[in-house]
T-cell receptor, first 110, second 115 residues
Framework: RKEVEQDPGPFNVPEGATVAFNCTYS??????FFWYRQDCRKEPKLLMS?????NEDGRFTAQLNRASQYISLLIRDSKLSDSATYLC???????????WGAGTKLIIKP | GAVVSQHPSWVICKSGTSVKIECRSL??????MFWYRQFPKQSLMLMAT?????????EQGVEKDKFLINHASLTLSTLTVTSAHPEDSSFYIC???????????FGPGTRLTVL
């Protein structure tokens, strides 16, 4: 079983729609959680950290369920520029290593 | 945010040659840097953790004699792919941890193609 699992997609979504990404992790000792965005042939960029209380940044909402070891990302009113691969990342903090999901590819269509 | 640079951004080399990739933290001192490899349509895979002034810690399955890592200063880590082969062709990305905010910042990556 992979340490961090994501649906690889691709998700083909019309512009303006709401899209949800899910991620599960296997290490219950994980302490930090993130969503990164990676454009083709580019390095990943931090989209947002995920907190137990849930957090929102504009059109993006992230939630964490520690009991189920599940992380989600919701994008509302999707834009063409949201097309990218979204990577779920967890860290145990003790060694600062990031464990990466394989990513979910999102394609927003006009 | 903090900036991490990588050089070169892309390199094409012949099989059997060695390639050195540099990773620099430009505006902070990074005691820890990480080296990743990403094959097409796959996730980033951690290769090794590089600590300034000490030996790198390699992940299982990564040959330390083939992927030489040197972290001689707080702002520079290098990865040398020795005797490169076509199967080493990949996207190599470094990240540097800013100890102040504990955030990791990624370099732009180096695309290596071995002919």
């Amino acid at each position: 079983r992979k340490e961090v699992e994501q649906d690889p997609g691709p998700f083909n979504v019309p512009e303006g729609a709401t899209v949800a990404f899910n991620c599960t992790y296997s290490n219950s000792a994980s302490q930090s959680f993130f969503w990164y965005r990676q454009d083709c042939r580019k390095e990943p960029k931090l989209l947002m950290s995920v907190y137990s209380s849930g957090n929102e940044d504009g059109r993006f909402t992230a939630q964490l369920n520690r009991a189920s070891q599940y992380i989600s990302l919701l994008i509302r009113d999707s834009k063409l520029s949201d097309s990218a691969t979204y990577l779920c990342v967890v860290s145990s903090d003790s060694n600062y290593q990031l464990i990466w999901g394989a990513g979910t590819k999102l394609i927003i269509k006009p | 945010g903090a900036v991490v640079s990588q050089h070169p951004s892309w390199v094409i080399c012949k099989s059997g040659t060695s390639v050195k990739i540099e990773c620099r933290s430009l505006d902070f001192q990074a005691t820890t840097m990480f080296w990743y490899r990403q094959f097409p349509k796959q996730s980033l895979m951690l290769m090794a953790t590089s600590n300034e002034g000490s030996k790198a810690t390699y992940e299982q399955g990564v040959e330390k004699d083939k992927f030489l890592i040197n972290h001689a200063s707080l702002t520079l880590s290098t990865l040398t792919v020795t005797s490169a082969h076509p199967e080493d062709s990949s996207f190599y990305i470094c990240s540097a941890r800013d100890p102040v905010g504990n955030e990791q910042f990624f370099g732009p990556g180096t695309r290596l193609t071995v002919l």
